[in-house]
């Protein structure tokens, strides 16, 4: 029935290219060689099982009873009576205790008594169509168990993945064992992408559908650049400077705040590298995306006042009670300090995680001018 080098050839492939265990799809084989015997051959209720023998190509069929207990089944010319919970005895499915223990001294109830089958080698064209669908199946599963344990030691992790086709906004890609969507939302405002073009993102969950595994992905999320940076400043992997916050807003600008565990070094400088050349390489697979790093700090007026630059800060006053600060800047640095439709603001209110508000002073009295007060960030955190 079988031709043993194929099977060997199929069995080496599915496990290289797929990941697909060659003992899965032996299992799948034997099921499937179970499935067609019982078609052909076996009778309503028989539990019918096969082992193939891989390297001989000898195939054996045994069927399996279940050892019962007389006062647990209801016999075939019982009546059942209402609220019966015993099972309906099968000679084909079941045996009576006394009967197994005749055959194996030590049954009890539940086990599996065993019978050999007369091995037939033809199981005619519909058996045969049902062990190939059985094998489909089962590879398919075995595989689908495969990619969902590969992608998601991947997930929160960049990937790479083949424009496919877009749809409604969003854009699905090849990812070569898996497909992945990239919802609109999850997209770098102005980016265009071409069918066939190679892009990487950031991998936020790992799906089991009954179509296939599908992969959820990013450009858009914070953790998208610090993966970015990740790979392009080796202190990060070596635990020696840390990201500890990030604020964005994908395609126009972020903030990000580090920290250095080793005094020795600069932990800003090594997130901007020699002559900019880090933190250029990140912005430029974010298309421009204006970047700016500053040092984290447990002082929150520092952090506050840092988080705000490039604007230069007069005065910080922190309400922890309130979760606020108030900022006091010169008038001449107001509109920096607030940024561009209050993104500068808003950006540095998500990094520090309090709710800002800047005030302008005049230099010449040094005193609050109460008129030119910003309530910019107090709209968006």
Do not use: C
């Not at 990239?182 to 066939?196: A, M």
């Not at 090594?270 to 970047?291: D, N, W």
């Amino acid at each position: 029935m079988f031709d043993l080098k194929v099977i060997h050839s199929v069995l080496s492939q599915l496990e290289e290219e797929r990941g697909v265990p060659r003992e899965k799809v032996m299992e799948a084989i034997e099921m499937a060689l179970a499935s067609a015997y019982k078609k052909e051959y076996g009778k309503r209720g028989q539990i019918v099982r096969a082992t193939f023998d891989i390297n001989g190509g000898k195939t054996e069929f045994m069927q399996v009873k279940l050892v019962v207990d007389p006062s647990q089944v209801i016999m075939e010319d019982e009546e059942e009576k209402e609220g019966e919970e015993r099972i309906r005895f099968n000679p084909e499915h079941h045996i009576m205790l006394e009967d197994a223990k005749k055959i194996k001294k030590d049954a009890k109830i539940d086990d599996e008594i065993v019978f050999p089958l007369e091995s037939k080698g033809d199981f005619g064209r519909i058996a045969a169509q049902t062990a190939k669908q059985v094998i489909i199946q089962k590879i398919r599963e075995a595989e689908k168990v495969s990619v969902f344990a590969e992608f998601g030691q991947k997930e929160g992790d960049i990937v790479s993945g083949t424009v496919q086709r877009m749809e409604r906004g969003n854009i699905f890609f090849d990812m070569g064992r898996a497909s992945g969507i990239l919802p609109y939302e999850e997209q770098i405002p102005g980016e265009r992408y071409r069918q066939g073009e190679k892009v990487r993102m950031y991998l936020t969950k790992v799906e089991e559908t009954p179509r296939g595994v599908f992969l959820r992905l990013s450009r858009a999320h914070p953790k998208f650049l610090e993966k970015l940076f990740e790979m392009e400043v080796p202190e990060i992997v070596s635990k020696v400077v840390e990201v500890r916050a990030i604020a964005r807003e994908a395609g126009s600008r972020s903030k990000v705040a580090v920290f250095s565990n080793d005094n020795h070094i600069d932990p800003v400088g090594s997130m901007v590298g020699q002559r900019g050349v880090r933190v250029s390489t990140v912005m430029s697979e974010l298309g421009g995306e204006k970047i700016d790093i500053i040092e984290w700090s447990n002082d929150a007026t520092k952090f506050v006042e840092d988080a705000l630059s490039p604007a230069k800060v007069e005065k910080v006053t922190i309400d922890d009670t309130a979760n606020t600060a108030l900022v006091n800047v010169a008038e001449d640095q107001q509109s920096l300090a607030i940024g561009k439709g209050g993104q500068n603001v808003r950006l540095a209110a998500k990094l520090t995680g309090y709710r800002i508000d800047i005030k302008s002073v005049k230099r010449e009295t040094d005193s609050p001018d109460e008129g030119n007060t910003s309530d910019l960030d107090k709209k968006e955190e």
